[in-house]
């Protein structure tokens, strides 16, 4: 369907031919000299059809914590049926009844969150949680809040999957604020019983409120209702809360396009970019929330599609990635379901603003702020392992200017779509 | 479709009574005597359709400004098609021409948009802007830069409306930064622009990010795709940003459901509570944003569907509230399109927490901060033309006491939609 939708350029000169100053005839001058680099459709097609047989091949490769002889040292949570999870909540609530019967008291075995306990795993390129756990007694005036807390998260859990439906963490803590008094304690021990049971949060049906989106060549199933997101016009469809109701994804794609703002995802739908190169577009509207990224790695594990990501060129746009791809750290446990690796910085880049000639104007100057984070970004290991990037952002801290993806604006309102993402895709211009 | 797809309580006893305290069971005897109140849905639905047929007849009567004898005295923009926006450019860009060709030079005549020049209109309830402008030439000083920002603006604008795409401020912004500045320089001007060719910003094609989502019995046309509201899931529909590539509003509601929160749309929207009581429910995920504050003004008019809204209790809801209904200050030129007259106040009402028990460590204090912008509220005319408001809002001031709409959630996860909006449905009780 819908070459029909493809928004293409006029015959006519671009947007910002209307004004008269020299400079911006220099810059049009310019975008159209990169305009006619640009080769045949078909040839970018053929390129990134080679990408996306690699990532065929390639990702039914995964590295999981026993090939490294990790998997007594670490924990780790996968995602789990409604059954598995209500039976390993019994579990738990036997082990505690024969632990009493034993005469050892009401106590659970909890593991451990703690810094001291998180492990940043290079195979892997993401933080694990180690093995250790301790002991949550009744009996013990430092533990008694702690487990009785835990007693009654997993009595409110228990009921949830019951029932088979999906709360928020506020839900949860609502159904008891004289014990939790605070969210945040509901909350982490939300995230000890999901380290307990060995499964993920989504497992346990608490699920984040969501606001990324999608649009593009992928059909999936949420809650039963099936989902063509090449029909979902300018706004997309909203990325489901609960990704366990999500299912059969199918899609033609050649790659997945990850975005960092709303401003440049709608650019892309509305021009219907898929159309022109088969792919899967998401964002997360800025720092990505569990949803998403649940999502982008189901898409990414179950259509082994290579994923390219689109940032501003500041070391904001990088941190993103980086929740994309090691995770956060306190929520290191469910590490490898919520990181998607492997995703490639497409741009912008650093090296980008001179290689497109972004006007000077367009650029801004970085803040001390800035600078000092570009430069804890080249101290983190997944920076380091690539060194693409550590030559990029080494570029962005010396020239200390950033640029936002809006800022290829100045060359016309298309150019994103219509020059440089075909370009650097004809190029395979990614790191 | 779907009612196979309507989640029902179990036969079991509520989540909460695993608990085992008195208070909890308490509670639960009283949840489960409003669960008792309740009709069949039949009679529910009878007088929800009372509530519709009003609602049909009545919206056709809407009060605009010529019928108060204002429309000389003040100005509002409408919704204009591409082609007379361009007009409009055409028209402002002759006069220009001819104002120089008489010798009074280079000069826009510009509407102004000061806090002195807006009123507030009780029979429309909402702000509008006096018709009062100003010369803005460009042989003066003091207007020499904002001239030739308009005049960037016009031309930036007759490009985009030339290719029939859609464009962010930012976008707008980059086009020119040496020029502008500061965003909020070319935002300012954009504006201006709106008002002086009488057109709503998104007439010019000039789109807000969009953060809402859409469920339930709607069917409608995002830029020629059919998307069919009761089929998107539980994630629902992204609200598109572009206003005007929406068409062909369809539904089978009795009722548009307006809900503060994502949490409580997603409750909602698992629970298919649109099955039960046919109705579309919409979410901005906190302050509204301009996309839903257009989508929902479209529904309202398009369809003639009453409105009900679910909101905390506290100011900031009954705020929201007033966005929706009044529009915001500075974007008072455009209330007529932005703003949805006739919201009615379902929940959470102050009233509520005594009226439904709300237990005590489930209701919150309200802070000075708080307190104060309860007081003003109760001086904004919004207020004070609705008894109802007035009494409900100086009983939360009064009790110092606000609460969250998932503050339900404490009788249980699915409380909201088996009781609390069921029994408010049942007893119309909303103002």
């Known amino acids: 369907m819908s070459e029909r939708k493809r928004r293409r350029p006029e015959a006519a000169p671009p947007a910002a031919s209307t004004s008269a100053t020299k400079k911006s005839r220099r810059q049009d001058s310019h975008a159209q000299g990169l305009r006619k680099q640009l080769k045949p459709d078909d040839q970018i097609l053929a390129s990134l059809r080679q990408m996306y047989d690699d990532a065929q091949s390639a990702s039914s490769n995964v590295i999981s914590l026993s090939d490294l002889n990790l998997s007594t040292a670490c924990r780790e949570v996968t995602d789990r049926d409604v059954g598995s999870v209500q039976l390993a909540i019994e579990g738990a609530v036997l082990a505690v009844a024969r632990s009493i019967l034993a005469g050892r008291g009401f106590s659970f075995d909890v593991p451990s969150r703690a810094a001291t306990n998180q492990l940043y795993v290079p195979q892997l390129d993401r933080i694990v949680l180690r093995d250790k756990s301790s002991s949550r007694a009744f009996a013990n005036l430092s533990t008694v809040r702690k487990a009785t807390i835990t007693a009654r998260v997993l009595s409110l859990v228990y009921a949830v999957l019951r029932r088979d439906i999906h709360v928020t963490k506020r839900d949860l803590f609502y159904n008891d604020v004289k014990l939790f008094q605070d969210q945040s304690q509901s909350d982490a021990v939300l995230d000890d019983v999901s380290c307990m049971l060995g499964c993920t949060r989504s497992s346990l049906h608490v699920v984040a409120s969501e606001k990324g989106v999608v649009v593009g060549r992928l059909v999936f199933t949420d809650d039963g209702d099936r989902i063509d997101c090449t029909k979902m016009g300018i706004g997309g469809k909203a990325i489901p809360p609960n990704i366990d109701r999500v299912g059969n994804l199918e899609s033609d794609a050649l790659f997945i396009l990850l975005v960092e703002k709303d401003a440049a995802f709608m650019r892309l739908a509305e021009d219907r970019f898929y159309n022109r190169f088969p792919c899967i577009i998401v964002t997360a509207k800025g720092q990505p929330d569990v949803a998403t990224r649940l999502f982008l790695r189901r898409m990414k594990t179950e259509l082994k599609l290579p994923v390219l990501a689109l940032v501003d060129s500041d070391p904001y746009g990088l941190k993103i990635l980086s929740v994309y791809m090691c995770g ?45 984070a570009g430069k804890d970004l080249l101290e983190e290991d997944f920076v380091k392992r690539n060194e693409g990037w550590v030559r990029e952002l080494e570029m962005m801290v010396k020239t200390r200017q950033k640029a936002e993806i809006q800022a290829l604006s100045s060359f016309g309102f298309q150019y994103l779509t219509e020059v440089y993402l075909p370009l650097k895709l004809q190029q395979r211009d990614w790191l």
Chains 1, 2 share one sequence.
């Open 328 to 372: 956060s750290k306190n929520m290191s446990y469910d590490s490898s379901n919520l990181t998607t690796p492997d995703i490639k910085w497409l741009g912008v880049r650093p090296s980008d603003l001179d290689k497109y000639k972004v006007p000077e104007q367009c650029r801004l100057p970085m803040t001390e702020q800035d600078i000092k």
